[in-house]
């Protein structure tokens, strides 16, 4: 079964750091694009982060600089480390596997997300 | 970049209605399309990609349209299972970036 287990969220300071992991069942980590995105209490969602099969990097402005996305291909699991946290941060964090794929008249690549985890929550607070 | 408006941000309707939600992007973004479906606690869920291509496992009653900055999603007979939160999404790839729209609440009447 095609599986994704987020873990790692929990209750840290302003300033602090913390490390989601999202475990991997069923395909392998390293041969998709894989993605972070957050939903604030209450918010829609929010992209946070991609880490494409060759191992390019991307980030949203509003955490670049302070998160890394990054993968252990022998424990097929994906990771965001957080530093600087803020209160804005705080939210269920989701990682999913993508797809990256070309529009139908070549003109445009698209990207969605197929397998999705149950999320992990992260409350940045003093 | 590219931004993402949905209409309307909720919708009241009753089971066997039909339901169209309506995302416009900021500049044309061709068939690059997806739809998610959200539940109260729940991660989201894909319907739709690349505009108008239904997911496998999704059901028939739900479709997608549009191209270029005007996309829909129809629900031609709304079911009790489908009342929950939806949202379009685009990728930019250069740099690459994914956008949302706001989300929009389909609620019983």
């Known amino acids: 079964e095609v599986q994704l287990v987020e873990s790692g969220g929990g209750l840290v300071q302003p300033g602090g750091s913390l490390r989601l992991s999202c475990a991997a069942s069923?395909?392998?980590?390293?041969?998709?694009?894989m993605s972070w995105v957050r939903q604030a209490p209450g918010k829609g969602l929010e992209w946070v982060s991609v880490?494409?099969?060759?191992?390019?990097?991307y980030y949203a402005d509003s955490v670049k600089g302070r998160f890394t996305i990054s993968r252990h291909n022998s424990k097929n699991t994906l990771y965001l480390q957080m530093n600087s946290l803020r209160a804005e941060d705080t939210a269920v964090y989701y990682c999913?596997?993508?797809?990256?794929?070309?529009?139908?008249?070549?003109?445009?690549?698209?990207?969605?997300?197929?397998?999705w985890g149950k999320g992990t929550t992260v409350t940045v607070s003093s | 970049a590219i931004q993402l408006t949905q209409s309307p941000s909720s919708l009241s309707a009753s089971v066997g209605d039909r339901v169209t939600i309506t995302c416009r992007a900021s500049?044309?973004?061709?068939?690059?399309l997806a739809w998610y479906q959200q539940k109260p606690g729940k991660a989201p869920k894909l319907l739709i990609y690349?505009?108008?291509s239904l997911e496998s496992g999704v059901p028939s009653r739900f479709s997608g349209s549009g191209s270029g900055t005007d996309f829909t999603l129809t629900i031609s007979s709304l079911q009790p299972e489908d009342f929950a939160t939806y949202y379009c999404?685009?990728?930019?790839?250069?740099?690459?970036?994914?956008?949302f729209g706001g989300g929009t609440k389909v609620e019983i009447k």
């Open positions: 999913a596997r993508g797809f990256l794929g070309t529009s139908r008249d070549q003109s445009w690549d698209y990207y969605y997300m197929d397998v």
């Open positions: 069923g395909f392998t980590v390293s041969s998709n694009y």
């Open positions: 880490i494409y099969s060759g191992g390019s990097t």
């Open positions: 500049q044309g973004i061709s068939s690059a």
């Open positions: 690349d505009a108008s």
């Open positions: 999404q685009q990728f930019n790839s250069y740099p690459p970036s994914l956008t």
